[in-house]
């Protein structure tokens, strides 16, 4: 077995002995294995134990990764999961299949744009920055309504939220507003938690979850 493999198996064990100690009815989330800076001998481990559900954070590190792999690998499923240029906007919408992180107006102009030119529809979260961090990006909660608003009135597709806790703040409290808001805006998915606390973010409803280190181990830096 590849250590891919047996990360993978101990992720879901993980997430299902925190879902049983909740007590809850809680979906199983989808895993979103985190492929940035990941040498290519790991991807192609994990290709070949047949994991085909991927998130990068740039734009173009994902083309190079993964561009050519599509014709070999139909079935993959990219998600974009950092921050978006809008003048990469294009780009993304031909390379990737979910984005995580539709986070202002101009965004949702730039996407909604690009996807009718090509044809797609794709399935987008809105990033919300549930800490108020300045340096980082999403939208403040308090402007996600209009945000949400100005993204349907576009036909945009969005199906959930997603967040990245402060590091030095608890991640439940982060987990538990995020899943507030999409309750009150009949948003049902919830992209929260990575490798230090997927779990804690599956126990608490998340429908995505986005795990790097702990399925490959430490990033190239
Ligand atoms: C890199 C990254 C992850 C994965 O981080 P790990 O701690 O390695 O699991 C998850 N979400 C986002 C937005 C990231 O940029």
Redesign the pocket.
């Known amino acids: 077995m590849s250590s891919f493999t047996e990360n993978l198996a101990a992720v879901k064990k993980a997430i299902e002995r925190h879902a049983l100690h909740a007590g809850l009815a809680v979906p199983t989330p989808n895993i979103?294995a985190?492929s940035?800076r990941q040498s290519d001998e790991k991807i192609q481990q994990a290709l070949d134990a047949g994991f085909r559900v991927f998130?990068e954070?740039l734009v173009q590190e994902a083309e190079g990764r993964w561009a050519a792999r599509r014709a070999a690998y139909p079935d993959l499923h990219l998600h974009l999961?950092?921050h978006l240029q809008t003048n990469k906007a294009k780009e993304a919408v031909a390379l990737f299949d979910v984005i995580?992180?539709l986070d202002r107006p101009k965004l949702a102009d730039k996407l909604a744009s690009a996807m009718q030119a090509a044809g797609k529809s794709l399935p987008l979260y809105i990033q919300v920055n549930t800490g108020e961090e300045e340096q980082k990006s999403g939208v403040l909660p308090k402007d996600l309504p209009a945000l949400l608003a100005h993204a349907q009135t576009l036909g945009l597709n969005v199906v959930g939220l997603?967040c990245?806790p402060p590091v030095d703040d608890l991640a439940a409290l982060h987990f538990g507003l995020l899943k507030k808001l999409a309750g009150e805006h009949g948003l049902t998915r919830l992209s929260m938690g990575?490798?230090?606390d997927?779990d804690l973010a599956a126990s608490m409803g998340a429908t995505d979850v986005?795990?790097?280190?702990?399925?490959?181990g430490a990033?190239q830096t």
């Open positions: 979103i985190v940035k998130g954070n999961i950092g995580h992180t997603m990245i990575m490798s230090s997927y986005r795990v790097g280190s702990a399925l490959f990033r």
